[in-house]
């Protein structure tokens, strides 16, 4: 469990080749260690840096989440709260599968736990995407499926900065199968859900579908690759 995702470091081989290589692909292993002992923000983290994420370059799902809370700050471990609970039965998946990092990769926008705000904590710390983001999502060649999770999620990956959650998670369809907007599993959602019965009418059936054939490796949606990296804006859209 959490194997690949917190083992400890191997000689960087793969870095060696890619100071002498500049086509070389990025040694993953030796970038999660540089991620682990990032400080960018550490002013603004009021527990310290500690980066909670799963990664390994063979996984087929990745789940696109918010940043991780005061629990998961001090378990380390990814998730380990209800809100995993909740995440991993919309899912239909269990806890072995869900911290199998060949399959499952967790990577949520600001790594660290940003401390308590007046609703809940705070967002993600700004400066982690732009830091890390595109090299950590770099490494997973194999995606069938991104899970994304919460608004700074979908500003990222959906480009949609303007949509609340709820007309986001509602329009799933418009990304289908290569990525499927989610709200937050938190228990602070109860009343969302409530509000939104065909969320767990019509997505989440869907969600279990697509998430037992992304396991799989079956049905691979030709759209993967370039949906990877952060969304473009409106504007860079009209532009490019
Ligand atoms: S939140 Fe991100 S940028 Fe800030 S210290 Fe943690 S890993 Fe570094």
């Not at 308590?116 to 995606?143: F, T, V, Y």
């Not at 509602?170 to 499927?180: K, V």
């Not at 969600?207 to 949606?221: H, I, N, S, T």
């Amino acid at each position: 469990m959490h194997a690949t995702a917190l083992r400890a470091p191997r000689p960087a081989d793969a870095a060696v080749a890619a100071a002498t290589d500049p086509t070389a692909p990025e040694d993953w292993q030796a970038l999660l260690r540089e991620v682990r002992a990032c400080t960018l923000c550490a002013a603004h983290l009021p527990l310290g840096p500690r980066p909670v994420l799963q990664l390994h370059p063979q996984a087929r799902i990745l789940i696109a989440s918010q940043a991780p809370g005061r629990k998961v700050h001090e378990s380390g471990v990814p998730f380990d709260d209800a809100s995993g609970d909740r995440l991993r039965d919309w899912m239909g998946i269990t806890r072995e599968q869900f911290y199998d990092a060949r399959r499952i990769a967790i990577v949520p926008m600001g790594l660290c736990y940003p401390g308590p705000g007046p609703h809940g904590d705070l967002p993600p710390r700004p400066e982690c995407a732009p830091k890390w983001r595109e090299r950590l999502l770099g490494q997973l060649k194999n995606l069938e499926l991104t899970l994304v999770i919460g608004q700074y999620a979908h500003a990222w990956h959906l480009g949609e900065r303007r949509v609340s959650v709820t007309d986001a998670v509602r329009g799933w369809r418009d990304h289908w199968p290569a990525l499927l907007p989610l709200p937050h599993p938190s228990g602070r959602n109860n009343i969302w859900l409530r509000r939104n019965p065909w969320f767990e009418a019509e997505l989440l059936p869907a969600l279990r579908r697509r998430v037992a054939q992304a396991l799989a490796g079956r049905d691979r949606p030709r759209r993967r690759a370039g949906r990877i990296a952060r969304a473009p804006s409106p504007g860079e859209r009209r532009h490019g």
